[in-house]
């Protein structure tokens, strides 16, 4: 199975953006949900932001504000842009999505991107 492709990670200084993004490469019917989850060292990984197919999209109590998700459906693809960046942001961010193929229904995820946040 074609696993999901992060880029836009990196070291970013606090109060700075960054703009995340996640394609599901190859012939995909349609993708479901969409979203990201992030795993700081040490702790367990956690969601951070989530959309549904229609655009209807949440995140984490703690990050609403500051993280945006948005999806490109032409694309095959999910965004997440995070701003005023903080040192505990720094983790490594994964992408998922509901995938639709030829072989059925599965809920895939990008091997991560790594953002690091400077204090």
């Known amino acids: 199975q074609v696993q999901l492709v992060e880029s836009g990670g990196g070291l970013v200084e606090t109060g700075g953006s960054l703009r995340l993004s996640c394609v599901a490469p190859?012939?995909?019917?349609?993708?479901?949900?969409m979203g990201w989850h992030r795993q700081a060292p040490g702790k367990e990984r956690e969601l951070a932001a989530h959309?549904?197919?229609?655009?209807?999209?949440n995140n984490k109590d703690s990050m609403r504000g500051r993280f945006t998700i948005s999806r490109d459906n032409t694309k095959n693809t999910v965004y997440l842009e995070i701003e005023n960046l903080r040192p505990e942001d720094t983790s490594v961010y994964y992408c998922?999505?509901?995938?639709?193929?030829?072989?059925?229904?599965?809920?895939?995820w990008g091997k991560g991107t790594q953002v690091t946040v400077s204090s």
């Open positions: 959309i549904s197919i229609n655009g209807i999209s």
């Open positions: 998922y999505g509901g995938i639709i193929d030829s072989t059925g229904y599965d809920r895939r």
């Open positions: 190859g012939a995909i019917l349609s993708i479901n949900d």
